[in-house]
């Protein structure tokens, strides 16, 4: 089912105003023509669950970018925040099963998220990429096969 990227990603942003802490604004973009071909219930969970963390590593007052382009086959999806990072030796691990950042301290989580989010990348036949600086932010992106 073709969809428009743009209106469910507005959507999901304005769901997630709630979540947010105070001043925290995710600020949404989009490139390209909107209608795409994704399953909707995997993506809105994994979008759920990086802007979920992004805003939930991040302090009160920062932004958080919600980034969706199409490209010829693919559409590509990025969230970066300006949170505290992952440490560069944390990196590799943060898709396993409960795993914590060393930097996580008294910050809330189970460590399943980010692993779920891999399993349904997978489903979805697409790809996903970490990249992170420590105290300067995070961004995670997507690339997904437009069916
Ligand atoms: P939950 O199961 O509730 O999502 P969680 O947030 O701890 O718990 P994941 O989402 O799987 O678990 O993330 C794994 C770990 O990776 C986190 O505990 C945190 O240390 C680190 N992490 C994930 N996203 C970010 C981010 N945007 N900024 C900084 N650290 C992050
Ligand atoms: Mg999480």
């Keep these: 089912i073709v ?3 743009t209106d469910f990603c507005k959507e ?3 769901e997630l105003k709630s979540v947010c802490k105070e001043n925290q604004q995710i600020i949404y973009t989009h490139e390209g023509d909107s209608e795409v071909c994704i399953d909707r219930h995997l993506l809105k969970n994994v979008l759920i669950n990086l802007l979920s963390n992004a805003s ?4 009160a007052g920062k ?3 919600l980034r969706s382009s199409k490209k010829e086959k693919t559409v590509r999806f990025e969230v970066q925040d300006q949170g505290i990072g992952i440490p560069e030796q944390d990196q590799a691990y943060v898709f396993d099963r409960f795993f914590r950042a060393h930097n996580s301290g008294t910050i809330q989580g189970t460590g399943l998220g980010l692993n779920i989010v891999k399993k349904y ?17 995070t961004t995670v992106s997507l690339d997904l096969p437009n069916c």
């Design 63 to 65: 932004q958080i970018f």
């Design 12 to 14: 999901l942003v304005d």
């Design 121 to 137: 990348i997978q489903l979805m036949q697409g790809e996903i990429q970490l990249t992170s600086q420590l105290n300067q932010g």
């Design 3 to 5: 969809f428009p990227v």
């Design 56 to 59: 939930k590593y991040s302090d």
